[in-house]
């Protein structure tokens, strides 16, 4: 089944209005659409109305890092989805590690943003992942399939083509480590085979799967070429324009 390919640049809390709009103007001068790929950018969410007008007609997508569970309300610091809908957004993350960590993000906080995300035609990606103690264990699994099953549980049926998910083992995050190709592999499969047991294998063989965590213009290639990974979520390589169109472009060598 042919899926569609995403790479999602994930500034975190960096890059100022200028650095954001110098790092478009580069990527718009070397990006071209190409069936079957998906590119986009996922800024700090003050910066989200000026990065769309940098974007124009480019093609790039619009995502954003994080949103509330709730549509508005009393909710000091919280950005609503509506409002991400509203500014023109294609996708927001949910339930990066960072947010599960460092937050406490739970697995049903996430659960409801994607649920709601879901209901305003945002597609959500929803990250998954395991520290290092945790694949030393051998708990990996059933944490990842914990952090999936709940999404199925907590969202319609009919939206579920929608979801898109990212595997980022904890440990590989911002160190220069990366999953090995077989190793990541390994896991989306896995993710894949939940997503089978939860829905059928139908949506399981046709929801996109990103792997995240160190992805560099050297590992990007490789990685890419394993059966079941479907494109990548780019933190540090993603600020630097140069690297991240080295990236994009393994999908058309790919
Ligand atoms: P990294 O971050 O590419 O810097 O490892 C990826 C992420 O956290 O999404």
Redesign the pocket.
């Known amino acids: 089944m042919e899926r569609t390919t995403i790479i999602a640049a ?1 500034w ?1 809390m960096n890059l100022s209005p200028s650095g954001g709009e110098n790092l478009i103007s580069s990527l718009k001068e070397s990006f071209s659409i190409q069936p079957g790929l998906e590119v986009a950018v996922m800024p700090q969410a003050p910066m989200i109305s000026m990065v769309s007008q940098y974007l124009g007609m480019s093609g790039i997508s619009l995502g954003a890092q994080n949103c509330s569970n709730a549509i508005s309300g009393a909710l000091t610091g919280e950005t609503s989805p509506s409002l991400l809908k509203n500014l023109g957004c294609d996708y927001c993350l949910v339930g ?3 947010r599960r960590e460092i937050f406490s993000e739970s697995n049903q906080l996430v659960a409801e943003k994607a649920n709601l995300l879901l209901s305003l035609g945002i597609i959500p990606i929803v ?1 998954v992942g395991e520290t290092l103690q945790e694949r030393e264990n051998n708990t990996h699994f059933d944490k990842i399939s914990d952090q999936v099953n709940i999404i199925y549980s907590m969202t319609s049926n009919e939206l579920w083509k929608n979801l898109v998910f ?1 595997y ?1 083992p904890i440990w ?4 220069g480590k990366t999953a090995t190709p077989d190793q990541a592999n390994e896991i989306h499969q896995f993710i894949r085979k939940s997503i089978k047991n939860n829905a059928c294998e139908n949506l399981a063989g046709s929801v996109s799967i990103l792997y ?4 560099k213009p050297d590992n990007a290639a490789q990685l890419l070429q394993q059966t079941d990974i479907d494109g990548f ?6 600020l630097k324009p140069e690297d991240f169109i080295k990236i994009i472009n393994a999908y058309q060598k790919g």
């Open positions: 994930n975190k990066h590690s960072e990250c990212a980022e590989a995050i911002g160190t995240g965590g160190s992805v979520l780019v933190g540090g390589a993603s």
